[in-house]
């Protein structure tokens, strides 16, 4: 598990470069309106749907690094890959990313969540190379977990039932769109701590 972890650092640390090379304002050279873009990306055999992919993004209009991202997603996955949530006057979006705050300590945006055919599978908080989304997704999948990218790599697996919790409960807040009790999860992940050899997968 370290390897894989170690190899999605170099990942991201590689698309958060990318990423910053191609926001100076020059235009991408991706091929958007003169050639068909391909169904699927093929990442070490395993085939990722690119009409399959969805982005939650929690931003702020006042914030150059969401402004890229709420264009660059569209031009890659198309205008319905991305639901956006403005935090600038709205008090609902706000509550909800204070408590993504509490539980993965994100600060910052944009913090944008991915999809993949429906299941989570990462959380990042800032700006990255949206052309990496299926080596992130592939890699999560491979890892059978949500990658958590917020300075430090971290997987939260899907086998684990406290990170189960915390999936679940950013699923809720990216995807469902609605506030989760926060202090309760906590409780459980301090229940959970003491009684280890209990899985429910």
């Not at 873009?37 to 993004?57: A, C, Q, S, W």
């Not at 996955?77 to 979006?93: I, M, P, R, S």
């Not at 697996?157 to 999860?185: G, R």
């Amino acid at each position: 598990m370290k390897k894989a972890g170690v190899l999605l650092l170099l990942l991201v640390l590689l698309g958060f470069s990318a990423g910053c090379i191609g926001s100076n304002g020059t235009t991408s050279t991706s091929s958007t309106s003169t050639t068909a873009k391909p169904t699927y990306v093929d990442v070490n055999g395993t085939r990722i749907y690119l009409n399959e992919v969805h982005f939650y993004m929690y931003g702020m209009k006042t914030c150059p690094h969401c402004r890229h991202m709420h264009e660059w997603i569209p031009q890659e996955y198309g205008e319905k890959a991305l639901t956006y949530y403005e935090l600038v006057d709205n008090q609902t979006n706000m509550m909800l990313f204070n408590e993504l705050a509490q539980l993965t300590g994100i600060t910052g945006v944009p913090a944008i969540a991915i999809t993949y055919n429906g299941t989570l599978y990462a959380v990042i908080e800032g700006e990255f190379n949206v052309t990496a989304t299926p080596e992130i997704i592939a890699t999560a999948i491979k890892n059978d977990g949500v990658l958590l990218l917020t300075g430090k790599t971290y997987l939260l697996s899907y086998k684990d039932p406290k990170a189960k919790l915390v999936i679940n409960a950013l699923y809720t807040i990216f995807v469902k769109h609605q506030s989760v009790d926060v202090q309760k999860i906590f409780n459980e992940l301090k229940a959970n701590s003491t009684s280890t050899g209990n899985s429910t997968g």
